[in-house]
């Protein structure tokens, strides 16, 4: 018979993966809404609105890495720049 035992879960690592999973998920999806809510703007926004929805888009990626980095409040910087987006959205389309 073999001495071999099955080695004992990490548990630690575990928990560091799903909360990095959870991390991605919480950015993506904020920098997800955004990056809709810009194409919204250059695609029906004059000429003033393309170009904040273009500064806009930009400043989500930028968000989105720092908030990649950040940890469990990484969603924070997405979300000040969706909220931005998405006022600036409700000023010109309406």
Not at 11 to 20: K, Q
Not at 47 to 71: D, H, K, S
Request: charged share 5%; aromatic share 10%.
């Amino acid at each position: 018979m073999s001495d071999q035992t099955t080695p004992a879960m990490d548990y630690d690592e575990h928990e560091r993966t799903y909360a990095g999973f959870l991390n991605f998920s919480k950015v993506g999806t904020v920098a997800l809404i955004n990056v809709m809510i810009c194409l919204l703007l250059l695609t029906f926004g004059g000429g003033a609105a393309a170009f904040f929805g273009t500064v806009l888009m930009i400043a989500t990626l930028i968000a989105a890495g720092i908030g990649l980095f950040a940890g469990a409040n990484g969603w924070i910087p997405s979300a000040v720049i969706t909220l931005i987006s998405s006022l600036l959205a409700v000023i010109t389309l309406a």
